[in-house]
């Protein structure tokens, strides 16, 4: 029937190739490719990773044919998060954001996980700061901010959320819940008080503009930043100068690759390889 959606697993394509990739636009200049082609090269693994620009109006479509042609896993950036969601059965945390960002074709209907809430903690883990009992900012409250905040509460963290748009820190920080704390930007003053700052807005991106008044930070602080064009912003010049430790978003970005490649294949992922890929690319 043309409503339903039944999804159909098919089989390995060529000789046991695996296909992986990307549905997104643009996603011309993503540098998801490099870093998971290096992922198969190190483990040895007989796969490619494509990037696709499916019409927005045919998504279903689109993921009816990849899981026919026997793609076996699809991440997912802007604009089809959300809408990627319906197609798919989503995750408990998945569910949680609002947004999935990887897909897995290994099961019908296809599952689907949202790796950038592993990629904040695996991230700062990785990095040395510890999150489990700290007191963290988090700024922003779109799409990072939400994976960024559910990731830190879920790992013990106490958040609060600081967003230009209040009602949106407010309406993430119920959906969070516990003594999840929202605000609008002129709460970032607890900044001065907190272990963690977490930078969730695009701010630092197109400018050289920082979210955080540099004043607030110190040195009991880590920061990390999810924007990593560039890779070293205001934010985090500001929080080195202030004696903080700092995450650069490379490392949220590489976990959340990471662990896509893990669910997607079960290996574990040669973090230094991907990491090199990436970084030759920033
Ligand atoms: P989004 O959903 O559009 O949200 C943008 C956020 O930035 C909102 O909270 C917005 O506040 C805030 N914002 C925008 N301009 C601002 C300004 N001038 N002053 C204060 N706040 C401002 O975008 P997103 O998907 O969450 O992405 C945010 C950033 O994270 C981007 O730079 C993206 O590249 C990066 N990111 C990195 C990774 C990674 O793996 N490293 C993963 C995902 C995203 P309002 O709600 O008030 O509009």
Do not use: C
Request: aromatic residues 6%; hydrophobic residues 45%; without cysteine.
């Amino acid at each position: 029937a043309p409503d339903s959606r039944v999804l159909i697993v098919g089989t390995p394509v060529g000789s046991g190739m695996q296909v992986f990739g990307l549905i997104g636009n643009p996603v011309e200049h993503s540098l998801s490719p490099p870093m998971h082609e290096a992922a198969y090269e190190a483990v040895g693994l007989d796969a490619r990773y494509v990037t696709f620009e499916p019409d927005p109006d045919r998504l279903e479509t689109a993921l009816d044919g990849a899981a026919a042609l026997g793609v076996s896993g699809l991440n997912v950036t802007i604009p089809f998060k959300q809408d990627v969601f319906d197609l798919v059965e989503a995750d408990d945390l998945a569910r949680r954001i609002g947004a999935v960002n990887t897909i897995d074709f290994s099961t019908d209907p296809p599952r689907g996980y949202n790796t950038d809430a592993a990629g904040v903690t695996r991230a700062l883990d990785h990095n040395g700061v510890a999150v489990e009992g700290a007191d963290a900012v988090v700024v922003g409250a779109g799409g990072a901010g939400r994976a960024v905040a559910f990731a830190l509460a879920d790992a013990g963290t106490s958040v609060h959320v600081a967003n230009r748009t209040v009602e949106r820190a407010e309406e993430l920080a119920a959906a969070v819940g516990g003594e999840t704390t929202a605000g609008g930007l002129d709460s970032l003053e607890r900044v001065r008080e907190a272990d963690l700052l977490v930078n969730a807005t695009s701010v630092g991106m197109e400018e050289d503009a920082s979210p955080v008044p540099a004043e607030y930070l110190h040195g009991d602080l880590a920061v990390m930043d999810a924007v990593y064009a560039p890779i070293e912003t205001r934010l985090l010049r500001d929080a080195a100068a202030a004696g903080a430790d700092t995450v650069d978003g490379a490392w949220m970005l590489l976990f959340q690759g990471v662990e896509a490649f893990e669910r997607w294949t079960g290996h574990e992922a040669p973090v230094e390889a991907m990491n090199e890929a990436l970084r030759a690319r920033l």
